[in-house]
């Protein structure tokens, strides 16, 4: 139960997100990307050097005791979630800035069922009807959200693949501490995103609130819910927590209309109705099946 836990308050931290996001509009969203990475980089070395010492050396006395076939295997595991990390970093941003909101958004409701067809493909994970039922009902919903908003779709499907691809590639069974594993990662994706800080315009100049705002990002909305993220795949199959990603869209949507008064149309009504409909009965179908009551 704490893994399916973690993955729970992992994404329902990320569907507060613009509680602290939208205070900074007025800042460059590359600007927030650049600073957020950095910051996250800096803060989770410091916590694996002053909080994690001993598992962080356990864990580098491990991979220098890796015969060498596992090792390529994980160091190629490494650079591939590093890159797919800061490849959905940067083009979430991207897409926010030149394309639409509207299509981050969606690409929150497609990457569960990403998810669920690459471990289905992949990790040769098994769902029963109740799952895939539930599936079915996701991808319904995803296509009225999108209806009139195809170019959307197409983006929304690009950065959603990244993130995809970045659960299934947690699902491994290298034997090295998770969060030594995040500091890699993070820290690796920060150096493949130098070049859009090179590419990034004059910066603005930068209040005491922005650095606050930045500093609570980088901890409780990047190190903590991917940490989360990644120990509840120690034991739940990536299609279940990748469908428990479905809690962000749905919490940030009940954010915007009920806290900043946003408006709805009937299609965001039906849409997010089927995505609750889906997590509950796909969750459902998971624990029944988990007790033996389905085959």
């Given at each position: 139960?704490?893994?399916?836990?973690?993955?729970?308050?992992?994404?329902?931290?990320?569907?507060?997100?613009?509680?602290?996001?939208?205070?900074?509009?007025?800042?460059p969203?590359?600007?927030?990307?650049?600073?957020?990475?950095?910051?996250?980089?800096?803060?989770?070395?410091?916590?694996?050097?002053?909080?994690?010492?001993?598992?962080?050396?356990?864990?580098?006395?491990?991979?220098?005791?890796?015969?060498?076939?596992?090792?390529?295997?994980?160091?190629?595991?490494?650079?591939?979630?590093?890159?797919?990390?800061?490849?959905?970093?940067?083009?979430?941003i991207?897409?926010?800035?030149?394309?639409?909101?509207?299509?981050?958004?969606?690409?929150y409701?497609?990457?569960?069922?990403?998810?669920?067809?690459l471990?289905?493909?992949?990790?040769?994970?098994?769902?029963?009807?109740?799952?895939?039922?539930?599936?079915?009902?996701?991808?319904?919903?995803?296509?009225?959200?999108?209806y009139?908003?195809?170019?959307?779709?197409?983006?929304?499907?690009?950065?959603?693949?990244?993130?995809?691809?970045?659960?299934?590639?947690?699902?491994?069974?290298?034997?090295?501490?998770?969060?030594?594993?995040?500091?890699i990662h993070?820290?690796?994706?920060?150096i493949?995103?130098?070049?859009?800080?090179?590419?990034?315009?004059?910066?603005?100049?930068?209040?005491?609130?922005?650095?606050?705002?930045?500093?609570?990002?980088?901890?409780?909305?990047?190190?903590?819910?991917?940490?989360?993220?990644?120990?509840?795949?120690?034991?739940?199959?990536?299609?279940?927590?990748?469908?428990?990603?479905?809690?962000?869209p749905?919490?940030?949507?009940?954010?915007?209309?009920?806290?900043?008064?946003?408006?709805?149309?009937?299609?965001q009504i039906i849409?997010?109705?089927?995505?609750?409909?889906?997590?509950?009965i796909?969750?459902?179908?998971?624990?029944?099946?988990?007790?033996?009551?389905?085959?």
């Open positions: 139960m704490k893994y399916y836990l973690s993955a729970i308050t992992g994404f329902a931290i990320w569907g507060t997100f613009a509680l602290v996001l939208k205070p900074l509009s007025a800042f969203s590359i600007d927030i990307l650049i600073y957020r990475v950095s910051y996250a980089t800096v803060c989770i070395i410091l916590a694996s050097l002053l909080f994690r010492r001993k598992q962080t050396f356990e864990s580098i006395a491990k991979i220098k005791q890796m015969p060498r076939p596992e090792l390529l295997s994980w160091i190629l595991n490494l650079l591939m979630s590093a890159l797919t990390l800061s490849l959905n970093w940067f083009l979430f991207y897409v926010m800035n030149a394309i639409s909101v509207n299509a981050t958004s969606l690409a409701l497609i990457c569960p069922i990403l998810t669920t067809f471990a289905t493909v992949f990790l040769k994970e098994k769902l029963n009807k109740g799952q895939w039922f539930a599936v079915f009902l996701s991808l319904v919903s995803c296509l009225i959200l999108a009139g908003h195809f170019i959307d779709l197409f983006y929304s499907m690009v950065i959603a693949l990244s993130y995809a691809i970045y659960l299934v590639l947690q699902k491994n069974k290298f034997d090295v501490d998770r969060f030594f594993t995040l500091t993070i820290t690796a994706g920060a493949f995103l130098i070049p859009a800080f090179l590419l990034m315009e004059q910066p603005t100049e930068k209040t005491p609130v922005f650095h606050v705002l930045i500093l609570v990002i980088a901890v409780f909305y990047t190190i903590i819910p991917l940490f989360l993220n990644i120990y509840a795949l120690k034991k739940l199959s990536s299609s279940v927590v990748g469908t428990l990603l479905y809690l962000n749905v919490i940030s949507f009940l954010l915007a209309v009920l806290y900043y008064n946003e408006a709805i149309n009937a299609a849409g997010f109705s089927l995505i609750v409909i889906a997590v509950f796909f969750n459902f179908a998971y624990f029944k099946a988990q007790k033996g009551y389905v085959e």
